[in-house]
């Protein structure tokens, strides 16, 4: 398995802008998480899916972030419209089960002009 | 609230020299801990793991880790640091909630090696 996926690797947008980043989990995998990395809040849990479903999204940080699993293989991660502070890199993992090894796709990472 | 405290923002360590990094957690429950590793511009990969049992965890490259209840402690170790060990250093909760269970980091140790 080539392991978690993300596409695309780096983007650059302005301010107002839709992005979607995209994530391709594990094969066989259940749990898929989105995080965000930042230097001054390190790693946030933006919202993590379990068999397809949403789970929790508190960390979701306002309405402008949306993600959705319409299957087992692919999830994606909207911002509309995009600001600057949304610049970050964006993780994507995947696991069996949320307590066993979590994988961790290389990131996206976003800046907002 | 589960939280995850790591102490030490930068740690500069001499190669061959013996390394302990710093996690403290708090989580009402026994918890899932994790130590994961981050190189420069690439994800993070899972250095070991605590569910239950030994306290004393071996994991991937001559890392150790030895979970503390009573200290609510699960600090990383390694007797002799490689160059190729700088990276950054996450630990990690497996934390539950009513909506469900996710891991929750730490902000990380950023490690450097000088020779």
């Known amino acids: 398995d080539a392991g978690v996926i993300q596409s695309p690797r780096h983007e650059v947008t302005e301010m107002g802008q839709e992005v979607t980043l995209r994530c391709k989990p594990i094969s066989g995998h259940n749990s898929l998480f989105w995080y965000r990395q930042t230097m001054m809040r390190g790693l946030e849990l933006l919202i993590y899916?379990?068999?397809?479903?949403?789970?929790?999204d508190s960390g979701m940080p306002e309405d402008r972030f949306s993600a959705k699993m319409p299957n087992a293989s692919f999830s994606t991660l909207k911002i509309q419209p995009s600001e600057p502070r949304d610049s970050a890199v964006y993780f994507c993992?995947?696991?069996?089960?949320?307590?066993?090894?979590?994988?961790f796709g290389q990131g996206t990472r976003l800046t907002v002009v | 609230a589960q939280s995850v405290t790591q102490p030490d923002i930068h740690i500069t360590v001499s190669e061959g020299a013996s390394l302990e990094l710093r996690c403290n957690y708090s989580?009402?429950?026994?918890?899932?801990l994790f130590w994961y590793v981050q190189s420069p511009g690439q994800g993070l990969q899972l250095l070991l793991k605590?569910?239950?049992?030994?306290?004393l965890v071996q994991g991937i490259k001559g890392f150790e880790a030895e979970f503390k209840r009573s200290q609510s402690s699960f600090n990383l170790r390694k007797p002799s640091v490689h160059w190729s060990d700088a990276a950054e250093y996450f630990c990690?909760?497996?934390?539950?909630?009513?909506?469900?269970?996710?891991?929750?980091f730490g902000k990380g140790t950023t490690l450097s090696v000088s020779s």
């Open positions: 993992a995947s696991s069996w089960d949320w307590s066993t090894e979590a994988f």
């Open positions: 605590y569910f239950s049992g030994d306290t």
């Open positions: 989580y009402g429950a026994t918890p899932y």
């Open positions: 899916f379990n068999n397809n479903v949403p789970i929790d």
């Open positions: 990690a909760v497996g934390a539950q909630n009513q909506a469900g269970t996710a891991l929750i």
